[in-house]
């Protein structure tokens, strides 16, 4: 019988904007997430631009200096779109409201923008992402067919509107 993983009770989290100090621990969560590879330098690239309040990370407030982070989520608005390219929590801290809340902070942003609507892509067989997307409001749109690699898969386009 496989032993049941107990989710870390977390009342508090912190989401606070990625500096480039969090790098190397996003790119952890990234390899370990099974995330299409963007790697430090994209998103030290990303960092320098005008969508770095939007790339933030999840932290547990109790021990918010020392405390791994516990996820990220990388989006950019433009043109009036908010795109969401990644959201990864790390495996111990899901299913505790992590992504969800990372997910609402930026869609909160992207409305003080103006942003009219957000779309993002998830691999078709990733149903845990897709549930927590449709929560946030996001409805399938499109498949893309073949979309990612390593693994070959097609992509499922979720759009929201904000506006």
């Known amino acids: 019988m496989a032993e ?37 330098a994209a998103y030290y690239a990303e960092l320098q631009g005008a969508n770095r309040d939007l790339m933030l990370i999840a932290k547990p407030s109790a021990a918010i200096e020392s405390a791994p982070i516990a996820g990220y989520i990388v989006a950019r608005e433009t043109a009036g779109e908010l795109h969401i390219n990644n959201v990864a929590v790390r495996a111990e801290y899901r299913r505790c409201g992590i992504g969800a809340a990372l997910l609402n902070r930026v869609l909160d942003e ?5 942003a009219k609507a957000a779309f ?4 078709s067989a990733n149903h845990a992402a897709q549930t927590l997307y449709e929560k946030c409001g996001f409805r399938a749109i499109a498949r893309r067919a073949d979309y990612y690699s390593e693994p070959r898969e097609d992509a499922v386009v979720m759009s929201l509107v904000l506006g």
């Open 4 to 40: 049941q993983r107990k989710a870390p009770v977390l009342k508090d989290i912190a989401i606070i904007r990625m500096t480039e100090h969090d790098l190397l621990e996003v790119v952890e969560i990234e390899e370990q997430s099974g995330l299409s590879r963007w790697g430090w």
């Open 120 to 123: 993002l892509e998830v691999r």
């Open 110 to 114: 992207a409305r003080r923008r103006k």
